[in-house]
């Protein structure tokens, strides 16, 4: 009967329409929070509410006092005050493990779409007692970290945050909360970073060789090499090479011995071309040149970049290659 109710079109309407209703409400929640990559914990942005348990702990003392009342019970009296002060006291005692914390972004590693990225975060006890089981977690998830924080201190924490596409995506909000000391009141705070999280595309798992060097401007003709190493400024080892011109990246990964070919590297360019990935549809292309930066990359390749309406001249080394990623992503 519940089953057939549940699949009648008023209630599923009902239903999407409460769902639509609680998401805007987040949202419109979630834009109130202040973006900043440091929030102190004070008594304006830290809130309390009972748990279950306190609410439980709650009912039993009025129990206890209507039972004591009507009994004329002196030592119900006695304990009935006795667990309400202990009640008030922990409500205190909650609140103050919280407040005061500090809370600081620190860093947000670089993250491929499909996987997760590690966010670090610092946790500044200034007061000279210890915090403790502070939880940390981002808003919606199920697992947190819990922590203890020495008195004047400061603790480091990473949370994983993962990101199913790629583009420029602002990290979610995190919450930090403790139930310490008796679990019968939940302390809580939400935490809106300013910094936003970079996911790249995701490399393409198996993908093909380097694209052929182009010829600079001024070299005629074409190549007819089948192996970009052939005349993309490597070649292999000859005796009597000095030892600055190996490629000892190449070597720990492949243990190939070569070299680099100043003339050839001089004739030729490496373009990763969005022309030159074949019939893809454009997210399997930004995975194709993806993987062919990291290429590159790793064998200490000079690469340019073509996308449509951008193009970034032929460099190496780290700047290059965040910048070729970065390229990717906003694409």
Known sequence: MTDRLARLP???????????LRLRLRRWWQQRQTATDHLDLTQRNVYVLPTRAGLMLCVTLVALLIGSINYQLNLGYLL?????????MALFVSHGNLRGLG???????????????????????????????????????????????????IHSVSLAVPWPARGE???????????????????????????????????????????????RAGQGGTSTAQDWS???????????????????????????????DGQASRQRQLWLDWARCGNLDP???????????LQADKLGLPYGLRLPGRELQPGQGAAHRVACLKALALW
């Open 10 to 20: 008023g209630v599923q309407g009902l239903r999407a329409r409460r769902s639509a």
């Open 230 to 260: 052939e005349f993309d400024g490597v070649r292999p080892y000859r005796s009597g090479d000095p030892l600055k011109a190996l490629l000892w990246k190449k070597f720990a990964k492949s243990n190939e011995l070569v070299s680099r």
């Open 169 to 215: 995506h602002a990290l979610p909000l995190i919450v930090l909360e403790s139930r310490f000391p008796m679990g019968a009141f939940r302390v809580w705070t939400v935490w809106r970073p300013r910094t936003s999280q970079l996911v790249y595309p995701r490399p393409e798992p198996q993908a093909p060789a380097l694209p052929l060097g182009e010829a």
């Open 283 to 293: 997210e399997a292309r930004l995975s194709r040149l993806t993987a062919w930066t």
């Open 80 to 88: 009935t005050f006795l667990l309400a002060g202990c009640t008030a």
């Open 103 to 153: 809370v600081t972004l620190r860093q947000v590693d670089e993250v491929y779409a499909g996987s997760a990225s590690t966010v670090h975060i610092e946790l500044t006890n200034t007061a000279k007692r210890p915090r403790f089981s502070v939880a940390l977690h981002t808003y919606g998830s199920p697992q947190a970290h819990v922590v203890d924080v020495d008195a004047q201190a």
